[in-house]
């Protein structure tokens, strides 16, 4: 496994792939890699003769109050894990080399960015919109696997490669999960002690609504739904940041839950530890 960290030298080294006649699949991370990711790679290693996998802590999704000092970073972990699962190269650039000094340029999804996680985190998916145009355009993917528990993130980079004719498929890969339920999360390293049981106020409030859509004998309020999960955040002492019932394409607000209706949650643990989790609230076609 090839670990470069030079932007001219993963261009190349994608570049002679390409020539090459194989397919590339980059797999976007910010590192801490865990099972969530490695079902990523192995996602790729299913359509792709050779895998990419980016390691980044990117600082311009971070806000000036957020986590980008603290995020948990173990490069060498990482990279044992990825070549394990067979990937080709392994792309971890400097900040200083992706962003120079006169870095001015910002890619902006302007709806789907509006609502959810982006209004709570202003800027947000403006600075990953703008990495992983980036990345697409370093590592020259024909695909690009990216796992649905950013889910909001997923449908702003569809929205991304749809609106400038990117040559790249976009692949979104099912949530993994603790045996409990927890969403897999490279946060999940900051819940200490009784954080961690408080934490499956996310996965417990997405249970009890699918359960209830798929007992109910007629159409489901959305409001219902919202109103349930906040009782369940609330008795586990998580602070809800939102709870929404959106359609998974257009992520605008449904007022009846549908085929197409996502729960999406996200939730502030012991203060600090912010934690999102999503579902499709109908069960799935058998
Ligand atoms: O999902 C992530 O880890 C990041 O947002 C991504 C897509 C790697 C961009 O930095």
């Given amino acids: ?9 993963i261009s190349r080294q994608a570049a002679k792939w390409q020539r090459q006649g194989l397919k590339i699949a980059l ?43 603290s995020y948990p970073r173990q490069f060498q972990t990482d990279c044992e894990l990825a070549e394990k699962e067979g990937v080709h190269a392994i ?29 709570d985190r202003p800027g947000h998916f403006d600075g990953v919109a703008t990495v992983v145009l980036k990345l697409f355009h370093l590592t020259l993917p024909d695909f690009a696997v990216f796992g649905q528990k950013d889910f909001q993130q997923l449908a702003i980079i569809r929205r991304l490669v749809i ?37 499956l106020c996310l996965s417990k409030a997405i249970q009890t ?10 159409q489901v309020p959305a409001a ?8 369940i955040i609330a008795q586990a002492g998580g602070k809800l940041e939102y709870a929404v019932v959106v359609n998974e394409t257009t992520l605008e607000n449904e007022t009846i839950v549908t085929p197409q209706s996502m729960l999406a ?3 502030k643990i012991g203060g600090t530890v912010r934690l999102i989790d999503n579902a499709r609230l109908f069960p799935e076609p058998e």
């Fill in 209 to 218: 609504a699918r359960k209830f859509v798929a007992e109910s004998q007629q």
């Fill in 91 to 119: 792309f971890s650039p400097e900040s200083k080399d992706m962003y120079g000094d006169s870095f001015q340029t910002k890619v902006h999804v302007a709806k789907l960015s509006e609502g959810m996680c982006g209004a």
């Fill in 1 to 9: 496994m090839k670990i470069i960290g030079s932007l001219t030298e």
């Fill in 265 to 267: 949650i996200a939730v």
């Fill in 27 to 69: 797999v976007p991370t910010m590192g801490c890699l865990h099972e969530g990711h490695l079902s990523l790679m192995r996602q790729a290693a299913a359509v792709a003769d050779r895998i990419i996998v980016s390691i980044f802590v990117n600082p311009i999704q971070f806000g000036p109050n957020e986590d980008f000092g």
């Fill in 163 to 199: 609106d400038l004719n990117l040559k790249v498929e976009i692949i979104g890969c099912p949530i993994v999960r603790e045996q409990d339920g927890l969403a897999m999360s490279s946060r999940n390293k900051y819940l200490l002690g009784e954080s961690r049981s408080q934490a």
């Fill in 224 to 231: 219902t739904v919202i109103s349930q999960t906040r009782e």
